[in-house]
Protein backbone atom coordinates (compact mmCIF):
# COMPACT_ATOMS: atom_id res chain seq x y z
CA UNK A 1 0.00 0.00 0.00
CA UNK A 2 2.76 2.24 0.66
CA UNK A 3 4.87 1.54 -2.32
CA UNK A 4 1.51 2.89 -4.17
CA UNK A 5 0.76 5.78 -2.53
CA UNK A 6 4.99 6.60 -3.40
CA UNK A 7 4.17 5.42 -7.35
CA UNK A 8 1.47 7.73 -7.07
CA UNK A 9 3.91 10.84 -5.36
CA UNK A 10 6.47 10.05 -7.98
CA UNK A 11 3.80 10.53 -10.98
CA UNK A 12 2.53 13.24 -9.40
CA UNK A 13 5.49 14.97 -8.95
CA UNK A 14 7.26 14.20 -12.57
CA UNK A 15 3.65 15.98 -14.08
CA UNK A 16 5.16 19.06 -12.29
CA UNK A 17 8.18 18.72 -14.11
CA UNK A 18 10.37 17.11 -11.61
CA UNK A 19 13.28 15.35 -12.45
CA UNK A 20 14.61 12.02 -10.24
CA UNK A 21 16.91 13.75 -8.28
CA UNK A 22 14.38 16.13 -7.10
CA UNK A 23 11.62 13.49 -6.62
CA UNK A 24 14.25 10.64 -4.78
CA UNK A 25 14.39 13.76 -2.38
CA UNK A 26 10.77 13.74 -1.88
CA UNK A 27 10.06 10.27 -1.36
CA UNK A 28 13.33 8.23 -0.59
CA UNK A 29 12.71 6.18 -3.55
CA UNK A 30 16.02 4.71 -5.76
CA UNK A 31 16.95 6.16 -9.32
CA UNK A 32 16.19 2.52 -10.28
CA UNK A 33 12.19 2.11 -8.69
CA UNK A 34 12.30 5.67 -10.37
CA UNK A 35 12.94 5.05 -14.02
CA UNK A 36 10.60 2.04 -13.57
CA UNK A 37 7.90 3.48 -12.48
CA UNK A 38 8.43 6.77 -14.56
CA UNK A 39 9.53 5.25 -18.14
CA UNK A 40 6.13 6.03 -19.85
CA UNK A 41 6.57 10.02 -19.05
CA UNK A 42 9.64 11.54 -19.89
CA UNK A 43 10.04 15.02 -19.08
CA UNK A 44 9.92 17.55 -22.90
CA UNK A 45 13.10 18.64 -23.90
CA UNK A 46 12.46 22.46 -23.33
CA UNK A 47 11.97 21.03 -19.56
CA UNK A 48 15.05 19.57 -19.53
CA UNK A 49 17.22 22.35 -20.83
CA UNK A 50 15.12 24.21 -18.16
CA UNK A 51 16.25 21.74 -15.06
CA UNK A 52 20.03 21.89 -16.79
CA UNK A 53 20.61 25.89 -16.73
CA UNK A 54 18.80 25.97 -12.98
CA UNK A 55 21.34 22.57 -12.19
CA UNK A 56 24.30 24.89 -13.69
CA UNK A 57 22.84 28.27 -11.48
CA UNK A 58 23.05 26.31 -8.85
CA UNK A 59 26.65 25.04 -9.24
CA UNK A 60 28.03 28.13 -10.17
CA UNK A 61 25.76 29.70 -6.80
CA UNK A 62 27.72 26.88 -5.07
CA UNK A 63 31.47 27.80 -6.27
CA UNK A 64 30.76 31.61 -5.37
CA UNK A 65 29.37 30.72 -2.06
CA UNK A 66 32.40 28.49 -1.29
CA UNK A 67 34.98 31.14 -2.98
CA UNK A 68 33.43 33.56 -0.83
CA UNK A 69 33.96 31.15 2.50
CA UNK A 70 37.18 30.49 1.04
CA UNK A 71 38.14 34.26 0.62
CA UNK A 72 37.14 35.20 4.41
CA UNK A 73 38.64 32.45 5.81
CA UNK A 74 42.14 33.38 4.84
CA UNK A 75 41.31 37.18 5.54
CA UNK A 76 40.86 35.48 9.08
CA UNK A 77 43.96 33.73 9.23
CA UNK A 78 46.01 36.61 7.79
CA UNK A 79 44.35 39.40 9.91
CA UNK A 80 45.11 36.39 12.83
CA UNK A 81 48.95 36.22 11.99
CA UNK A 82 49.56 39.48 11.28
CA UNK A 83 48.64 40.17 15.36
CA UNK A 84 50.67 36.94 16.34
CA UNK A 85 53.56 38.08 14.34
CA UNK A 86 53.96 41.70 14.68
CA UNK A 87 55.92 44.08 15.78
CA UNK A 88 58.84 41.87 15.27
CA UNK A 89 61.98 42.79 17.75
CA UNK A 90 65.30 43.93 16.10
CA UNK A 91 66.44 40.05 17.31
CA UNK A 92 63.16 38.79 15.79
CA UNK A 93 63.34 40.47 12.54
CA UNK A 94 67.56 39.33 12.18
CA UNK A 95 66.57 36.05 12.56
CA UNK A 96 64.11 36.24 9.64
CA UNK A 97 66.59 37.74 7.18
CA UNK A 98 68.98 34.74 8.37
CA UNK A 99 66.46 31.82 7.86
CA UNK A 100 65.62 33.96 4.11
CA UNK A 101 68.91 33.64 3.07
CA UNK A 102 69.29 30.20 4.37
CA UNK A 103 67.05 29.42 2.08
CA UNK A 104 67.81 31.46 -0.96
CA UNK A 105 70.61 33.32 -0.44
CA UNK A 106 74.08 32.40 -2.23
CA UNK A 107 76.43 30.11 -0.15
CA UNK A 108 79.38 30.52 -2.90
CA UNK A 109 80.88 33.67 -2.29
CA UNK A 110 82.88 34.73 0.84
CA UNK A 111 82.86 38.07 -0.01
CA UNK A 112 79.03 38.89 -1.78
CA UNK A 113 75.76 38.28 -0.13
CA UNK A 114 73.18 37.81 -2.74
CA UNK A 115 69.43 36.37 -3.09
CA UNK A 116 67.78 35.68 -6.32
CA UNK A 117 64.35 35.57 -6.51
CA UNK A 118 61.13 35.92 -8.96
CA UNK A 119 59.20 36.91 -5.99
CA UNK A 120 59.80 41.12 -5.87
CA UNK A 121 58.40 41.26 -2.07
CA UNK A 122 61.15 38.62 -1.42
CA UNK A 123 64.09 40.26 -2.82
CA UNK A 124 62.22 43.51 -1.15
CA UNK A 125 62.58 42.11 2.40
CA UNK A 126 66.39 41.48 1.76
CA UNK A 127 66.95 44.63 0.78
CA UNK A 128 65.58 46.16 3.90
CA UNK A 129 67.00 43.30 5.90
CA UNK A 130 70.46 44.31 4.45
CA UNK A 131 69.43 48.07 5.52
CA UNK A 132 67.75 47.73 8.63
CA UNK A 133 69.73 44.88 10.30
CA UNK A 134 72.99 44.51 8.44
CA UNK A 135 73.50 48.56 8.19
CA UNK A 136 74.48 48.42 5.15
CA UNK A 137 74.21 51.53 2.61
CA UNK A 138 70.80 51.88 0.21
CA UNK A 139 73.23 53.21 -2.29
CA UNK A 140 75.84 49.92 -2.39
CA UNK A 141 73.11 47.31 -2.84
CA UNK A 142 73.22 46.03 -6.55
CA UNK A 143 70.97 44.56 -9.21
CA UNK A 144 70.65 42.00 -11.74
CA UNK A 145 67.70 40.92 -13.92
CA UNK A 146 68.02 37.29 -15.44
CA UNK A 147 65.60 38.35 -18.38
CA UNK A 148 64.94 36.41 -21.82
CA UNK A 149 65.60 36.98 -25.37
CA UNK A 150 61.87 38.12 -26.14
CA UNK A 151 61.75 40.50 -22.66
CA UNK A 152 62.21 44.43 -22.94
CA UNK A 153 65.27 45.12 -20.75
CA UNK A 154 64.25 48.55 -20.54
CA UNK A 155 60.65 47.92 -19.16
CA UNK A 156 61.61 45.12 -16.91
CA UNK A 157 64.37 47.14 -15.61
CA UNK A 158 61.85 50.17 -14.90
CA UNK A 159 59.60 47.83 -13.37
CA UNK A 160 61.95 46.41 -10.66
CA UNK A 161 63.59 49.31 -10.43
CA UNK A 162 59.77 51.06 -9.10
CA UNK A 163 59.04 48.16 -7.43
CA UNK A 164 61.68 47.94 -5.19
CA UNK A 165 62.32 51.55 -5.15
CA UNK A 166 66.22 51.22 -6.12
CA UNK A 167 66.93 53.47 -8.85
CA UNK A 168 67.99 52.19 -12.11
CA UNK A 169 71.52 53.40 -11.90
CA UNK A 170 72.13 50.58 -9.28
CA UNK A 171 70.86 47.86 -12.25
CA UNK A 172 74.03 46.17 -13.58
CA UNK A 173 73.77 44.77 -17.16
CA UNK A 174 71.34 42.43 -17.10
CA UNK A 175 71.96 38.34 -17.89
CA UNK A 176 69.93 37.17 -21.18
CA UNK A 177 69.12 33.69 -21.11
CA UNK A 178 68.71 32.47 -25.00
CA UNK A 179 65.38 31.29 -24.22
CA UNK A 180 61.28 32.51 -24.81
CA UNK A 181 59.79 33.72 -21.58
CA UNK A 182 56.28 32.48 -23.45
CA UNK A 183 58.08 28.83 -22.91
CA UNK A 184 58.57 28.48 -19.48
CA UNK A 185 56.10 31.07 -18.30
CA UNK A 186 53.63 29.09 -16.01
CA UNK A 187 51.29 31.17 -14.07
CA UNK A 188 53.01 34.02 -14.39
CA UNK A 189 55.91 32.85 -11.83
CA UNK A 190 58.36 34.18 -14.37
CA UNK A 191 56.34 37.31 -15.52
CA UNK A 192 59.05 40.18 -15.14
CA UNK A 193 62.00 37.74 -15.28
CA UNK A 194 64.26 37.02 -12.08
CA UNK A 195 66.23 39.67 -9.66
CA UNK A 196 69.56 39.30 -8.04
CA UNK A 197 70.37 41.48 -5.18
CA UNK A 198 73.81 41.67 -3.86
CA UNK A 199 75.97 43.76 -1.21
CA UNK A 200 79.88 43.20 -1.16
CA UNK A 201 81.26 42.71 2.09
CA UNK A 202 83.62 39.64 2.80
CA UNK A 203 83.23 40.47 6.45
CA UNK A 204 79.27 40.86 6.85
CA UNK A 205 79.06 38.09 4.48
CA UNK A 206 81.33 35.75 6.66
CA UNK A 207 79.14 37.17 9.94
CA UNK A 208 76.13 35.85 8.04
CA UNK A 209 77.87 32.37 6.94
CA UNK A 210 78.92 31.27 10.42
CA UNK A 211 75.37 32.49 11.70
CA UNK A 212 73.86 29.94 9.23
CA UNK A 213 76.20 27.45 10.19
CA UNK A 214 75.92 28.08 13.63
CA UNK A 215 71.76 27.33 13.01
CA UNK A 216 72.70 23.96 10.88
CA UNK A 217 75.01 22.75 13.57
CA UNK A 218 72.57 23.04 17.05
CA UNK A 219 69.51 21.31 15.00
CA UNK A 220 72.00 19.27 13.59
CA UNK A 221 72.97 17.72 16.80
CA UNK A 222 69.18 17.49 17.87
CA UNK A 223 67.38 13.81 18.19
CA UNK A 224 64.44 13.58 16.16
Request: net charge positive.
Amino acid sequence: MARAKDREKALSLRKQGMSYSQIKKIIGVGKGTLSNWLRDHPLSKERIRELVYCNEQRIERCRETKRKKKEQRLLNYYNEEKKNIFPLTKREFYLAGLVLYWGEGTKRHLATLAVTNTDPAVIKFFIIWTIKALKFPKEKIKMRLHLYTDMDIKKETLYWSKTLNIPPKQFTKPYIKQSSSERINYKGRFGHGTCVAQIGNARTTEKILMALKAIADKYNEERL
